[in-house]
């Protein structure tokens, strides 16, 4: 039995910050696993019961970070605090450049034949604060790491520049003016270079900090769509409270244009309800008396009472944000390379420099050079990167799933669908509506309108699927019924008042018809062309032995089920439809929509077995379905996709959860998924290239510690904005 905490963590700056705080809380006794994201600043840590998250937070802070404590959940935080800290980081960088601005000053001026230098005095003057005030950052951090045995970027940042700032102040003290009157230096002095790499790396933090702001705007819209209140009816009178105060069973009333403020169903009213923000359905469905509604969804104009059905934990809002929390949390298995590299990053990095250093003074004997060149190598070095490549993408695509109504459970599951080969389908409700219509009626004297009548008036007080079929085709049952009883898997029999007098009915399928020894006409005994694939009951008339009509059920075909199996084939995969309905059924819908293969009827048991049969022809294979009978293929399946118009048992064992009933999304789910992992690819590419070129460019001289600053400020910005860049992806794209 173990539990799941949820740890805030600051002062973590780059990858190798994320392998010391996760080895320090895997140490913790009871603790069994530890994942720390460096984009969201969380841990996530699964332990026993009995280990305090005190004992968690005190090995976080010996380690060199802050520890927060224990939230609910992994989402961001609030916006306000967001504000707060970049007005804190946008201050800092922009201070850091007016000390700095002067010390390049002359630099810039040369090209132009201008050759003019600040006293001595003045640079030091001017690069002191930047360096040990806007910069004590980087030693508090990089002493940290150094105390836990460690190193981490800020260790690079605070040798490399303390190292520039010292040689200025030896070749300051060499030319003898360091106590002089008149201040001016006779040789070129590096105040600039530490002052200019510290305000460039400030700079990238802000920068990389409202990125990663921006990572996090699918969870912060999901919040902001829950209102604050609600209006309850209470005694008959409309009482406002706090939504946190609701419970199961109240009834809210919601005014137009107003929030839902939790699950519930209509209890009166009807109107047309916005749920683009959940489902990613951009058009507003129209909500009646008896459906759902879900919190956060925007009323249309008419006014609704709601008895809520689900509050706090269990709403739909709450889970969606559970659901995407966890995915941005988690680390995806491409990232454990990274993860690798991350723990001896810095300590190769320093044996880099010295080695650099070292060489240069023996081939040159130029001690300044030889700084020169090391410093460049130290603050080129970038693990950042890195470590944002694989959670900055995750983030970003998790995200923009969420926003068009797909649910990444995991990042597990996101890179998994990239590489799907095989799609298989349940059919009821998930290519079909799910709910059985009347598609043909046959009448025996050709009153086709008196057979749905009478079958009407029998199935009136009946709720099965068939009864509500055709009192969906016969919108009224002009005629009363009495002693009508159910007959278990074969149909309903009763007494139906009519003009003509009381008749006893029987409604059902051929065991009923056996049963009461009924012969059936040629007319009557099979469907009409278009229905072969229906179910099939009979409105019979018991003491004269007579069937008097025929109906006939199907489940239609979802108006995107075909567009959506065409573009899965366009994307280069395989279709399978897995059903436990009757062959003929399956068979008509997979002919409808264009799937390849049709294995039906199919026990829940057997559909796990069937999708280990297409793992093994195919490769990667995604089910998708709604069901609980859908259950243990989902959990077969390389990527389990589930409908979230379906249950609850399906939601929890799928990987992927798509908030409509669309099957369009399966193709997006996956296309999405390619991009996301496309996006990895890219960062991860980058991150190593930037650092397999720039350090050894640096060792050779080829990089002076400014150009190399601004090359590490910008490297993990970049990464971060081109897994931003997937925000721009939409439903409908096949890659």
Not at 40 to 62: L, N, S
Not at 102 to 110: D, E, S
Request: aromatic share 4%.
């Amino acid at each position: 039995m173990t539990h799941t905490l949820t740890i805030p963590i600051g002062g973590m700056t780059c990858a190798s910050c994320v392998a010391r705080v996760e080895k320090a809380i895997a140490a913790v006794p009871g603790v069994t696993a530890a994942s720390v994201n460096l984009a969201t600043e969380r841990a996530t840590v699964t332990a026993a019961p009995a280990t305090p998250a005190q004992a968690i937070a005190e090995a976080i802070e010996r380690a060199g970070f802050e520890a927060g404590a224990p939230v609910a959940s992994a989402s961001a935080p609030p916006p306000s605090g967001h504000a707060a800290r970049d007005r804190r980081e946008r201050r800092a960088w922009i201070l850091s450049a007016l000390l700095s601005a002067p010390l390049v000053m002359p630099m810039l001026l040369m090209p132009l034949g201008v050759y003019w230098m600040l006293p001595a005095w003045l640079q030091c003057a001017l690069a002191t604060p930047v360096q040990f005030v806007l910069g004590a950052r980087f030693y508090r951090a990089g002493w940290g790491a150094l105390r836990a045995g460690s190193g981490n970027m800020d260790l690079l940042v605070a040798l490399g520049t303390s190292a520039a700032y010292a040689l200025s102040l030896y070749l300051w003290w060499r030319d003898g003016d360091m106590l002089g009157s008149h201040g001016s230096a006779t040789a070129h002095l590096y105040f600039e270079s530490a002052a200019v790499v510290i305000t460039l790396v400030l700079f990238g933090k802000w920068l990389e900090a409202r990125a990663k702001l921006e990572t996090t705007a699918a969870i912060r819209a999901l919040g902001a769509l829950a209102p604050r209140e609600a209006i309850v009816m209470r005694d008959g009178l409309a009482v406002t409270v706090p939504v946190a105060d609701l419970r199961v069973g109240d009834v809210v009333r919601v005014l137009p244009g107003a929030s839902v403020p939790a699950d519930g169903e209509v209890a009166e009213g009807a109107s047309a309800v916005d749920e683009s923000l959940i489902t990613g359905e951009a058009v507003p469905v129209m909500r009646r008396a008896g459906q759902r509604v879900t919190g956060g969804a925007v009323n249309g104009e008419g006014a609704l009472l709601v008895r809520v059905t689900a509050v706090g934990a269990e709403g739909t809002l709450e889970r969606i944000a559970r659901m995407v929390e966890h995915a941005q949390a988690a680390k995806a298995p491409v990232q454990r390379l990274a993860d690798r590299v991350s723990a001896v990053f810095v300590p190769v990095v320093l044996v880099i420099g010295l080695i650099t250093w070292a060489a240069w003074f023996l081939v040159s004997g130029d001690a300044e050079r030889a700084t020169l060149n090391a410093v460049a190598v130290l603050v080129i070095a970038c693990p950042c990167a890195l470590g944002l490549a694989t959670p900055a993408a995750v983030m970003a695509g998790t995200g923009v799933a969420a926003r068009h109504g797909i649910l990444i459970r995991d990042a597990v599951a996101l890179e998994h669908a990239h590489r799907v080969q095989a799609v298989a389908f349940d059919k009821t409700g998930t290519l079909t509506e799910g709910a059985p219509r009347v598609v043909h009626v046959a009448a025996g004297d050709g009153d086709v309108s008196r057979v749905l009548a009478l079958a009407h008036a029998l199935e009136a007080g009946s709720e099965h699927p068939l009864a509500r079929a055709v009192a969906a085709a016969r919108a009224d049952a002009p005629w009363a019924s009495l002693g009508v009883t159910a007959l278990p898997g074969r149909g309903v029999r009763g007494t139906v008042t009519t003009p003509e007098g009381d008749v006893e009915l029987a409604l059902g399928n051929r065991a009923l018809l056996e049963e009461l020894h009924v012969e059936l006409p040629s007319a009557l005994a099979t469907p009409a062309a278009g229905a072969a694939d229906a179910t099939l009951a009979w409105l019979v008339d018991v003491e004269a032995r007579r069937a008097l009509g025929a109906i006939a059920f199907g489940d239609a075909v979802k108006p995107g089920a075909q567009p959506a199996v065409a573009r899965l084939r366009a994307m280069g995969l395989h279709t399978a439809l897995i059903s436990g309905d009757r062959h003929a059924a399956a068979l008509h819908v997979a002919r409808a929509v264009g799937i390849e293969r049709v294995d039906a009827p199919v026990l829940p048991a057997d559909k796990s077995r069937i999708v280990r049969e297409l793992q093994a022809q195919f490769g990667t294979v995604a089910m998708v379905g709604d069901g609980i009978n859908d259950a243990p293929a989902l959990a077969a399946a390389d990527v389990g996709i589930a409908m979230a118009t379906g249950t609850g048992v399906a939601m929890e064992t799928a990987g992927i959860t798509l908030m409509t009933s669309d099957p369009a999304r399966v193709a997006d789910a996956i296309a999405l998924s390619r991009a996301t992992v496309k996006k990895i690819r890219q960062n991860l590419f980058w991150a190593f290239i930037y650092n397999v070129v720039g350090i050894p460019a640096a060792a050779l001289g080829l990089l002076n510690p400014m150009v190399a600053g601004a090359a590490m400020a910008l490297s993990s910005v970049s990464v971060v904005g081109n897994a931003l860049l997937l925000r721009r992806w939409t439903p409908g794209k096949t890659r």
